[in-house]
């Protein structure tokens, strides 16, 4: 199954109504090394209500957890650049 960058980005609006979301394909930058099948590494800056106050591990979950079934179908590397 192809990973879509929209599914990323409703998935992550669903799950935790960010007010600021960016989520930034960066698998072009990793072609020479990772053969994956459509969106394979990305970016995302965020802030959302439900990560104000936690540590950057427990964010680090959070999102993560909404990540899951795309991690699942292929997803290989996540950046994140929290905004809160």
């Known amino acids: 199954m192809t990973i879509q960058l929209d ?5 992550l609006q669903h799950a935790l109504m960010p007010r600021v979301l960016v989520v930034q394909d960066d698998s072009h ?5 990772y053969v ?27 999102i993560m957890g909404v990540l899951r079934p ?3 179908q292929g997803l290989h590397a996540v950046r994140l650049i929290p905004l809160s």
């Open 7 to 11: 599914a990323i980005e409703t998935a």
């Open 29 to 33: 930058e990793h072609a020479s090394h």
């Open 36 to 62: 994956g099948n459509g969106v394979s590494h990305i970016s995302i800056q965020i802030e959302a209500p439900g990560l104000d106050g936690l540590s950057r591990l427990e964010r680090t979950r959070v």
């Open 70 to 72: 795309f991690l699942a």
